[in-house]
């Protein structure tokens, strides 16, 4: 007897089992699933930056690291606008999917979203990467390239200019296909993408000798992989997602919810941009002692900090998919559970890299000062991961539900709050203040963030009930209470 099973394709088996991830499955399950692949691809995306300055570092040419560490905030704020249609898409998208379960018409407007947030990120991207050829020179000026480093800087900027759109529209396909539930395939890409980037890493710099153009060049190149696998891997596999431009919209329903979301995401880049920039100026003053520590603790502390964005950022879809459908318990055990595990890893890499703090450190440097200075300022990393880490799943809370206003002041407060605590931190502390200044900030901000949160459980509860008929009466009661 053949069965309705034995009939599926390839393609809706996939789908099925990526839904079922978000939908049914045990909560603990559904978190391996969808937030180990996201901490194992950004970990694979740390070691190819160390490698990638590697490359560059082989060349023996210190101005050639310098354009890398110039360029760096183009590449931020880059990323941020794929984000931007991203993350505020692929909410959306998760919570629509939810939502069909009960009404399935929502399920068509899932087209939509998704041309609107693709096609939307390469515009912007085209505008915005062609505005800066057109600015390159006042461009690398003002991101502070001396004479020794002008060149090469313009090299590199311009080259990762012209491939805006592509990394802009990788980003956003991303967010799209983490949406979906496929967490796996997501990780698949960013490997693939990481691989590409060493194999034309040794072509473009080593072989061909094109220095750091050829680094972004290459970073071109991998990103353009990864656009063709996720656009290849949702026009085979996803039932309601579609590419394609003649969906593309502007209508009000589509445009707010995925700006009003994703915005926030851009200003928490730029911000992040100009708190690196203050806080690089004011240590300065203090020698090249405190810079090296710092470099060094933050590359100790990206570990915990990695595993923990991996559960922050894989929850989202959970989270927006519960959401939409109703299902206030799946809520509930996903944002335990996800709070749960945040805690667990802040607390036992914290604890075993602070007990062996002084071991850890000296592994990489090994000037008795800077080791001094580097336990303090790895401490006073570990706790602000801490509280950044409960802080990134209340924002993915925000961001999951449609919370707007809050999940822009998330995105927002630390960036607002960090620069006038570090200069005063500075003014009365001096050295003392700047290193504590970030740890300070993460833990007003996650004070801020459960404020809002208390505050917002009456318009979540509403907003399940709306999701799902069959319980308002349940979630009106408790919102009462």
């Not at 160390?50 to 690291?65: E, K, P, R, V």
């Not at 206030?328 to 805690?343: E, K, N, P, Y």
Request: proline share 3%; charged share 10%.
């Amino acid at each position: 007897m053949t069965t309705t099973a034995n009939l599926e394709t390839p393609a809706q088996a996939a789908v099925g089992t990526n839904r079922w991830y978000l939908s049914a499955a045990p909560i603990v399950r559904a978190l391996i699933h969808l937030c180990v692949p996201m901490a194992a691809a950004m970990i694979v995306g740390a070691v190819y930056n160390l490698i990638n300055a590697g490359f560059i570092g082989s060349l023996h040419d210190t101005s050639l690291l310098a354009a890398i560490t110039f360029g760096a905030p183009v590449l931020g704020l880059v990323m941020a606008i794929g984000n931007v249609f991203g993350v505020g898409g692929g909410a959306l998208v998760s919570r629509l999917l939810g939502a069909a379960e009960h009404e399935p018409a929502k399920a068509g407007e899932i087209r939509r979203v998704s041309s609107f947030a693709v096609w939307g990120s390469v515009i912007v991207g085209a505008v915005l990467g062609g505005i800066g050829l057109l600015a390159l020179h006042p461009l690398v000026s003002a991101l502070g390239a001396d004479t020794a480093a002008a060149p090469a800087t313009r090299a590199f900027v311009a080259v990762m200019l012209a491939f805006v759109p592509v990394l802009a529209a990788a980003v956003c396909l991303e967010q799209l296909v983490r949406a979906e539930g496929a967490a796996r395939q997501v990780m698949i890409g960013l490997i693939a993408s990481a691989v590409a980037n060493v194999v034309f890493d040794v072509l473009f710099i080593l072989v061909l000798h094109w220095g750091v153009a050829g680094a972004a060049l290459g970073m071109g190149l991998a990103n353009l992989v990864v656009v063709g696998y996720f656009a290849v891997w949702l026009a085979r596999h996803s039932e309601h997602m579609s590419l394609a431009p003649r969906w593309f919209t502007l209508a009000p329903a589509v445009l707010k919810p995925v700006l009003g979301v994703g915005v926030g995401t851009l200003l928490q880049s730029a911000f992040l941009i100009v708190t690196s920039l203050v806080l690089n100026n004011l240590a300065a003053a203090y020698g090249d002692d405190p810079l090296a520590a710092m470099g060094v603790a933050v590359r100790i502390a990206q570990v915990p900090e990695f595993l923990v964005m991996g559960v922050t950022f894989g929850v989202l879809p959970l989270l927006a998919y519960s959401y939409g459908k109703g299902d206030r318990a799946r809520l509930t055990s996903a944002l335990r559970a996800s709070a749960i595990t945040v805690g667990g890893i802040a607390l036992v890499f914290s604890t075993a890299v602070f007990i062996l703090r002084e071991q850890v450190f000296s592994a990489f440097v090994a000037d008795h000062s800077v080791l001094a200075i580097g336990v303090t300022i790895l401490t006073a990393q570990l706790v602000a991961m801490i509280a950044n880490g409960f802080t990134g799943l209340l924002t993915s809370l925000f961001q999951a539900t449609g919370r707007v206003l809050a999940a822009t002041v998330m995105s927002v407060t630390q960036g607002v709050l960090f620069i006038p605590i570090v200069i005063l931190g500075n003014l009365w502390f001096g050295l003392a203040g700047i290193i504590w200044a970030l740890t300070v900030t993460e833990g007003i901000v996650l004070l801020a963030g459960v404020v809002m949160w208390l505050a917002s459980r009456r318009a979540i509860d509403r907003g399940l009930a709306e999701g799902s008929p069959e319980r308002a009466e349940e979630a009106l009661e408790h919102a009462e209470g």
